[in-house]
């Protein structure tokens, strides 16, 4: 006889002590969010992962695992481990990543919840020793955190440093050439501290400055959304559905402000804005470009 499938929580369930119209309104991208899944639901998740174990998950994790390694000699020292040798450094102290690690019927949920690529939902896995943790830093990254095992206290940003920050940053390194003009004078945000407990959920919108640390060995889920920007809908979208177009694929003639008088006959831009008005304007077309950007979110 086959086993029922086990029907995982979604995000409207897991965010019901708070409420997902309250979530979008007050905290999606602007702050952080505190929270605890219910039993049920805790469970269900855990049973969907399996046994928190080394090895499994060095051989199951789609981009590899890594140790990462912060103490008073070394800031922040990251190393590509295998089975092999994994456990050794964990052993000695390093934090252990396992990175995209296949959890398709969750990270599926949370992404068509969000309305968000699946490609761009994954799962990742970290094995914290007692005494290990994070120095601060923010990601690119949408991240809700679910703690499995032990204790983890984060110290994190009520808001973000940098609102939709194009990349991920460690303070005090050298600042991405994208990040530039973005970061304010001061980076110092107020921030609060968070006991995360078997059970516990955290949400962190990308550009908030967090830290961990924990007392005891601890496990705990990543649920990691790398976000498309609206611009990328639109420059991707846009592409695959002008391409066909053979007028839309015409060389650029007649833009610059010396060009000769007569190249100005093959600059047709008036008329291609014109229909690109039009299609933006049409709502059955706008959900066939969105539609089309969630199937292939990299063009």
């Known amino acids: 006889m086959t086993e029922p499938v086990t029907e995982l929580p979604n995000l409207?369930?897991?965010?019901?002590?708070?409420?997902?119209?309250?979530?979008?309104?007050?905290?999606?991208?602007?702050?952080?969010?505190?929270?605890?899944?219910?039993?049920?639901?805790?469970?269900?998740?855990?049973?969907e992962i399996g046994p928190?174990?080394?090895?499994?998950?060095?051989?199951?994790?789609?981009?590899?695992?890594?140790?990462?390694?912060?103490?008073?000699?070394?800031?922040?020292?990251?190393?590509?481990?295998?089975?092999?040798?994994?456990?050794?450094?964990?052993?000695?102290?390093?934090?252990?990543?396992f990175i995209n690690v296949p959890l398709e019927r969750l990270t599926n949920s949370v992404a068509d919840f969000l309305g968000a690529p699946r490609?761009?939902?994954i799962a990742s896995l970290f094995l914290t020793p007692a005494g290990g943790g994070a120095v601060p830093h923010f990601d690119k990254n949408e991240n809700f955190t679910i703690q499995l095992t032990g204790s983890k206290e984060w110290l994190v940003g009520t808001l973000p440093t940098v609102a939709?920050?194009?990349?991920?940053?460690?303070?005090?390194?050298?600042?991405?050439?994208?990040?530039?003009?973005?970061l304010p004078s001061s980076?110092?945000?107020?921030?609060?501290?968070?006991?995360?407990?078997?059970?516990?959920?955290?949400?962190?919108?990308?550009?908030?400055?967090?830290?961990?640390?924990?007392?005891?060995?601890?496990?705990?889920?990543?649920?990691?959304?790398?976000?498309?920007?609206?611009?990328?809908?639109?420059l991707v979208g846009l592409q695959r559905r002008l391409v066909p177009s053979e007028r839309w694929r015409r060389t650029v003639t007649g833009a610059g402000r010396n060009c000769d008088s007569s190249a100005l006959n093959a600059n047709i831009l008036s008329d291609l804005i014109g229909e690109l008005r039009d299609m933006l304007a049409d709502p059955v077309q706008l959900d066939q470009l969105s539609q089309s950007f969630l199937e292939h979110p990299n063009g």
Not at 190 to 210: F, M
Request: contains cysteine; aromatic residues 10%; glycine residues 6%.
């Open 119 to 121: 490609q761009k939902l």
């Open 52 to 97: 928190l174990e080394i090895a499994r998950f060095c051989g199951t994790a789609r981009e590899g695992a890594r140790a990462w390694l912060a103490n008073e000699f070394v800031a922040h020292s990251v190393i590509p481990v295998d089975a092999t040798n994994a456990q050794k450094l964990f052993d000695i102290g390093a934090t252990l990543y």
């Open 12 to 47: 409207r369930q897991m965010l019901r002590d708070v409420g997902v119209e309250r979530f979008f309104a007050d905290y999606w991208q602007q702050r952080t969010l505190a929270t605890t899944l219910r039993t049920e639901d805790f469970e269900r998740i855990l049973a």
């Open 164 to 182: 939709a920050p194009p990349d991920g940053y460690v303070p005090g390194q050298t600042v991405p050439p994208s990040l530039a003009s973005l």
């Open 187 to 234: 980076e110092e945000q107020p921030c609060q501290s968070v006991q995360l407990r078997p059970g516990s959920l955290l949400y962190i919108p990308r550009g908030a400055v967090h830290a961990t640390s924990s007392g005891t060995v601890s496990w705990s889920l990543n649920l990691s959304y790398s976000p498309s920007m609206w611009l990328d809908l639109l």
